[in-house]
């Protein structure tokens, strides 16, 4: 024991010595406290992951409704309180006429005539049976032309215009949406029906009255 002593006393330690020692030191207690935290928070661990499994074969299968003709649409999803159309899946019925058309949704619809220029294309569709659709296209551009049950803005339009106008044709309160004589949505309802036109790239003040005129005498 005194020569262990002794030896020791001859021991000179630098401070790069002492540095490496408490530096192993300070490792050998970081790992065990390491350990401890793992200890902790590998049950936890399970635990979470057990509870999202459960959690995967509990909630319930959702359904969706087949249709015979989906279409993948551009208009954006109908909000709650404008609920014409379900979120998902749309089905569009096709027609060769509106006669056909009218008796499809169970309402007559009237065609406007007097477009802003030829009318060159044109076709008769309803959607999910509830909202019937005509498209006109020509030298005009397109107008798609909506009619439904209801008192709500039908048209799958929301987009924010820079300009809003209200007019008033044959005693029905009428909406211009668009720029000054420039107007991409025309928008009413005579209190049973609800009625929609949105041009691209838009119409005049006139045209809109007009064809608005003509569906509402």
Known sequence: MAKYKEAMDRIQMTEEMQSRILGNVEK???????NQKLKIWIPAAGVLAAAAVLLILLQPWKTRETVTDPVQTTETPVTTEQDYLPQG??????????????????????????FPGEVTERNYQDINHEIAEINYGGSFGTISYRVSKGTKDNSGVYETFKEEKKVEIEGVSVTLKGETDKYALVIWTDGTCSYSMYCIPGISEANAKTLANEIIK
Do not use: M, N
């Open 28 to 34: 050998h207690f970081a790992r065990k406290r390491r």
């Open 89 to 114: 899946t749309y089905q569009l019925t096709t027609y060769d006429s509106v006669k056909e058309l009218s008796e499809a949704v169970g309402y007559d619809i009237k065609e406007p005539t007097s």
